[in-house]
């Protein structure tokens, strides 16, 4: 996929100028098969570093597309993972340190569905009745293009638009039979949050939400999505006449600024009398839900703001994001309770990067919005509200983020470093003598096998921070093992005695599932490690 500058047709009759990918705006919808590895080279041609992150989905930390991991103009990166979680409707979009905000809304975002058979065979609406619908606004002022220039309103409150464009169409309409449809929704706006509603004010039925698939398929008339959240709905439209419509709307709400505008999304027009084949499933699969009592900690997180402040105004636990700062270390495979305060007047979306959670309560009220219930990535946190959510990290460890998914927000502080510890200390490193190393650059990730190289020093060279004596007893045997991400050894390359010098070693990790894996490199009390990724 390239990132770069280019002119597409939004506005009939004249060009707007995006920054995204393939020359494509919103970029290219991906849909992926669960179960299968996905890889894509990403080549930035823009003027300034950019990422891609895959928001919702479960990827090792350095595929995870982070601030901390940029991809500088000119050069490229591969993203490859495999695909294991849930079917369901995921996106992708920038996450460029400070650039976050104004890439977005130039473009830089786009589908990610994930697909399989199990939720084939639920009869669910399919092919041309099975529609990704991408809300995003702009400012009509600005047509036809893109103008991203914030003031200090904009960066309090969100860069908000008047005019939302619906998969990049203005004043989209959508021609439809009169038969069951399933509706994927994002909201990929920077700050806006839209009440969801049928202008009939007809119910919908919620099917999933940001983690796919809910346990149930529930009516409602309305439900709220911030930006980072997902629904899935089904519609049926044999109700109406061939003939008439009926509008997708964002019903009025009480908002900070400029929040809570009423607005006409998606014009339905009925045109045929076709049917989808697909029905409303009598029965989904069920979700384990977490109970509150096994929780074995608990966080909070303050979501506040400084009006004095400018830059770095919006705060987590009054901090402000530091890329080399780990703000919260939290142990692999642990329930525990998060607690998001909003102690401000503003609305904030909080996203969190590899996991999936689920919302417990809101203000101490466990009956939530259908909306709220199953699998999910970003909550909505109400001006003076509180938010539990009940979290366990269970499939990689490493870096990740949390964040406001108001973008303003996010490039302007309001993000923390969160650090997942394994479950063993597999991956503690020692001090270690000079050239006591693991090659850095060996293929990462790799398929199916790989040549680790490493080094033994010489006793001679480490005089100023070990005794020789010391020294020379670790080094008369020398270990390199392999481990899975909780610590079980998989496999043991070396384990002998070895005099100073350069090795390489084999590992083949062809009978081993694709997912991350750990070198540790031992002798004594010293000891390096390296992460990798194993693709097949």
């Known amino acids: 996929m390239i ?46 570093e950019s990422t891609i992150h895959w928001h919702g989905l479960l990827v090792p930390e350095l595929m995870d597309g982070q601030p901390k991991d940029p991809v500088l103009p000119g050069t490229s990166y591969r993203y490859s993972f495999p695909v294991f979680q849930r079917a369901g409707t995921y996106f992708y979009h920038s996450h460029a340190h400070h650039y976050t905000a104004e890439q977005v809304y130039m473009g830089h975002a786009g589908f990610f569905i994930i697909e399989d058979e199990a939720e084939k065979q ?3 609406p399919a092919g041309e009745f099975d529609i990704p619908l991408l809300i995003q606004d702009r400012r009509s002022v600005n047509q036809p293009q893109f103008v991203y220039s914030t003031n200090n309103q904009d960066i309090m409150q969100g860069y908000l638009g008047d005019l939302p464009l619906i998969n990049g169409t203005p004043d ?14 994002v909201n ?15 119910n919908f039925r919620i099917i999933a939400t940001d983690g ?3 346990d149930e398929a529930v009516e409602v008339n309305e439900a709220f999505i911030s930006p980072g959240e997902r629904i899935e709905i089904l519609y049926d439209f044999s109700s109406f006449n061939i003939g008439e419509s009926v509008n997708l709307v964002s019903l009025p709400f009480s908002g900070f600024g400029n929040q809570g505008t009423q607005m006409d999304l998606l014009k339905f027009n009925i045109v045929g009398n076709g049917t989808s084949g697909g029905t409303v499933p009598q029965n989904l699969p069920a979700i384990d839900y977490y109970d509150i009592n096994s929780a074995v900690r608990t966080r909070t997180f303050e979501l506040s703001h400084d009006m004095n402040s400018g830059p770095g105004m919006h705060r987590i636990n009054d901090l402000t994001y530091d890329i080399n700062r780990i703000d919260e270390k939290i142990p692999l495979n642990e329930l525990e309770e998060w607690k998001f305060v909003n102690v401000t007047n503003n609305l904030h979306p909080i996203h969190i990067h590899g996991v999936m959670f689920q919302v417990y309560s809101r203000n101490g009220s466990t009956v ?11 909550v909505l946190v109400d001006a003076y509200e509180t938010v539990q959510v009940l979290i366990k990290f269970t499939d990689y460890s490493g870096r990740y983020l949390l964040h406001c998914h108001n973008l303003e927000h996010e490039d302007n502080g309001m ?18 003598p000079e050239g006591f190393v693991l090659e850095q650059n060996y293929p990462n990730p790799f398929n199916p096998s790989t040549t680790i190289k490493y080094s033994v020093p010489s006793v001679e060279r480490d005089l100023s921070r070990t005794s020789r004596s010391e020294l020379k007893s670790a080094l008369q045997n020398v270990t390199l093992k392999v481990y899975d991400i909780l610590g079980k050894e998989v496999a043991t390359l070396v384990n002998k005695q070895q005099s100073p010098g350069n090795y390489s070693v084999v590992f083949n990790g062809f009978n081993l599932p694709s997912g991350l894996y750990v070198y540790k490199l031992q002798a004594g009390k010293f000891s390096a490690v390296k992460k990798m990724m194993l693709l097949k």
């Open 212 to 214: 796919g698939l809910k």
């Open 3 to 48: 990132f770069k500058s280019s002119n597409v047709e939004v506005w009939p009759g004249t060009t707007t100028q995006v920054v995204g990918m393939n020359n494509s705006y919103p970029g290219p919808t991906i849909r992926v098969q669960r179960g299968k590895e996905f890889s894509v080279l990403f080549e930035n041609q823009h003027n300034v």
């Open 172 to 185: 989209a309409y959508f021609e439809v039979q009169k038969t069951l449809y399933r509706f994927r929704i």
């Open 122 to 124: 639920l009869g669910l």
């Open 415 to 432: 993000m923390l470093n969160i650090e997942i510890d394994p479950a063993t200390s597999v991956e503690e490193e020692n001090a270690s």
């Open 368 to 378: 939530l919005h259908p909306k709220d219930k199953g699998w999910k990535d970003t």
């Open 188 to 202: 990929g706006s920077n700050a806006r949050v839209y009440q969801l509603a049928l202008s009939d004010n007809s």
